[in-house]
Each structure stands twice: as C-alpha cells, then as structure tokens.
C-alpha cells in the first residue's frame, strides 16, 4: 500500500519511526515533510498528506474521486504534536475523514465504521511502541460498510452542502 506522512516540527523522531515501521511491512511511504526541526506550520503538511489521498485514492482504486496532482496514495498519516490541529487541517480537504487516535480502539474502529482515510497522531502524546501498535490497528482494519456506508455518506453529504 502507498501511504502518505507528513508532519510538522514536534513530530520527526516520530514519523521516522513509523517509517521504519511501514517499511519492514512492505509498505511505500511517501514522506511529504517536514524534516526540518525549525518550528512550523502544521497546517501546510496536513494539507500536502490529505491531498495525496485524496487524489491518489481514486487512482489507487480507492473511493474517493476528487481530483489532485502531486504525490498520490491510499492513505495517510499526519502527526503534530497532539494531532489536533494537523487533523483539524487534513479534513478541510474534500473527500478526506481525518481522525485523532491516541488507542488502538478508536483508530481500529475509525476505519471500521467511519472509514477514516487519514490517521492522526500526538507526538506530543503516544509513545514510540503505542504509536506502531495504532498504525497496525489502523492498517489491519476494514471498513464494514452496511449501516456504516450511510452513516459516512451523509457526513460527506454534509461536505457537499457546504462547497
Ligand atoms: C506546535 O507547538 C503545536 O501547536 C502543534 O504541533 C500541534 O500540537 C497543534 O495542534
């Protein structure tokens, strides 16, 4: 699978590690930055992880059908210090349902039943071995569709009310 990362600042130590991680799974990750330790702005990597998937999902023969150049994937992971703002930034980006997961649970089931297409973490929150352990809840889940598939059309019915 090709996943987008991206991140800002308080987040590197983190991302590399989560690259190490995906890449002795056999997954293609595209890091998208930052990794410059100078203080930034999250909300430009948020942005650059969800419109890798968003554009690269229908290509990819994934759902969404909103149209981006660039980097393209099946999914992403955007990290900040909380994952608050970065997610905050990703879900502004059509198609994207970005969530903030700090257990397996939640992010097991984000995919589940909300069919989350960006996973958000803390740096500033999870450790290094919780953060592999949501990462592979999240990746090893699938959506069940069902009740599920209309509860998240009418979410991205509500995004098309509003463009
Ligand atoms: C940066 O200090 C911090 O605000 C950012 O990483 C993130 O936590 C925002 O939600």
Redesign the pocket.
Known sequence: MKIAIGN????IALKNTIKDHLATQGHEVIDLGTNDTA?CD?PIYGEKVARAVAGGSAALGGANTDGASGERANLGIAI?????????AANKVRGIRACVCSEPYTAKLSRMHNNSNVLCL???VVGDELAKMIVDEWLGATFEGGRHARRVDMIMEIERRES
């Open positions: 800002d600042h308080t987040a203080s999250y900040c210090g909380t994952g608050v703002g970065i997610s905050l803390g740096a500033r």
